[in-house]
């Protein structure tokens, strides 16, 4: 079993920058494959970011690519989202996951665990 809590969310100006954090617990942290999905009121969760367990691979959604950055503290169980040049189109509800399978997927349904989520809004 993995628990995740993601914590640094908030609200922040267009153009501005937040860093998001994922803790997981488990001793397995650095088997699996970590991702960030986003939730907009009325629309589907979508993929933003992943990173294969060993962090030699990482993907992105197209909307975010230039102004995010994923990684992680293997040592620290923790997945971080670097967000810079913020849009107020980035707006949602973040989710942390963590994928057994190791690949990082772009596909939800991948991914065994989940976080609780922590809100991003970003005023124009």
């Known amino acids: 079993q993995v628990q995740l809590v993601e914590s640094g969310g908030g609200l922040v100006q267009a153009g501005g920058s937040l860093r998001l954090s994922c803790a997981a617990s488990?001793?397995?942290?650095?088997?699996?494959?970590m991702g960030w999905f986003r939730q907009a009121p009325g629309k589907e969760r979508e993929f933003v970011a992943a990173i294969s367990w060993t962090g030699g691979s990482t993907n992105y959604a197209e909307s975010v690519k230039g102004r995010f950055t994923i990684s992680r503290g293997n040592a620290k169980n923790t997945a971080y989202l670097q967000m810079n040049s913020l849009k107020p189109e980035d707006t949602a509800v973040y989710y942390c996951a963590a994928d057994a399978g190791g690949s990082g997927s772009y596909s939800p349904g991948a991914y065994d665990y989940w976080g609780q989520g922590t809100q991003v809004t970003v005023s124009s």
């Open positions: 488990g001793r397995t942290f650095n088997t699996y494959a």
